[in-house]
Nanobody, 124 residues
Framework: QVQLVESGGALVQAGGSLRLSCAAS????????MGWFRQAPGKEREFVAS????????YYTDSVKDRFTISRDNAKNTVYLQMNSLKPEDTAVYYC?????????????????WGQGTQVTVSS
């Protein structure tokens, strides 16, 4: 049984930093591209960042480039999202996702596995 468990969400002031973690189990971790998506109240879920199986390729949505960094530790079956210079508009539930296809993962289409989400709230 595959599980993706996110942690690290919190209430933080604008300009602050958070690091989200997603611990994966039940899958061959390095065989999967891993990513982060977010969903703000009243909005659709959107792609944030992704990394290939061994971390050689990473992608970011434009609004988080130069502020967020995705990384993974395949020895720990964990993917991270370091978020710096947080803005109120980053407020959302952040979801971890896994897919064997990095292309499909980035599109958020028919993603193999999703986590339950962790809340990030940025106050102004």
């Amino acid at each position: 049984q595959v599980q993706l468990v996110e942690s690290g969400g919190a209430l933080v002031q604008a300009g602050g930093s958070l690091r989200l973690s997603c611990a994966a189990s039940g899958l061959s971790f390095s065989s999967y591209a891993m990513g982060w998506f977010r969903q703000a109240p009243g909005k659709e879920r959107e792609f944030v960042a992704s990394t290939s199986g061994f971390g050689s390729s990473t992608y970011y949505t434009d609004s988080v480039k130069d502020r967020f960094t995705i990384s993974r530790d395949n020895a720990k079956n964990t993917v991270y999202l370091q978020m710096n210079s947080l803005k109120p508009e980053d407020t959302a539930v952040y979801y971890c996702a896994a897919d064997k296809s990095h292309v499909y993962l980035r599109r958020g289409v028919n993603v193999d596995y999703w986590g339950q989400g962790t809340q990030v709230t940025v106050s102004s």
